[in-house]
């Protein structure tokens, strides 16, 4: 079975850190693009970070310096490490994988991020 789950979020104080976690099953991450989105309810779903195939990674303005996204091949598994959270990274956030030979574009169904005191 195919399948994309996210984990890792939760509730965190300002300034906190959280690692969110892509967790592939019934394909490799190897042959994929990996992107983490975030979506506020009622807005358009923003792109934060991306990771190739080729270890090309980059991201979002208001993000960088803060965020870093990674891969564990052995654990076929992306991660996206948040450090310095501020309000405004709250969101749920989604992660994509998308295939680099085929036409495969894999959802995860979304883990919350609230960054609140």
């Known amino acids: 079975q195919v399948q994309l789950v996210e984990s890792g979020g939760g509730l965190v104080q300002p300034g906190g850190s959280l690692r969110l976690s892509c967790a592939a099953s019934g394909f490799t991450l190897r042959t994929h693009t990996v992107r983490w989105y975030r979506q506020i309810l009622g807005e358009e779903r923003e792109l934060v970070a991306t990771?190739?195939?080729?270890?090309?990674?980059s991201y979002l303005d208001s993000v960088k310096g803060r965020f870093t996204i990674s891969r564990d091949t052995a654990k076929n598994t992306v991660y996206l490490q948040m450090n310095r959270l501020k309000p405004e990274d709250t969101a749920v956030y989604y992660c994509n994988a998308r295939g680099v030979f085929n036409d495969n574009n894999n959802w995860g169904q979304g883990t919350q991020v609230t960054v609140s005191s």
């Open positions: 990771t190739t195939t080729n270890g090309i990674r």
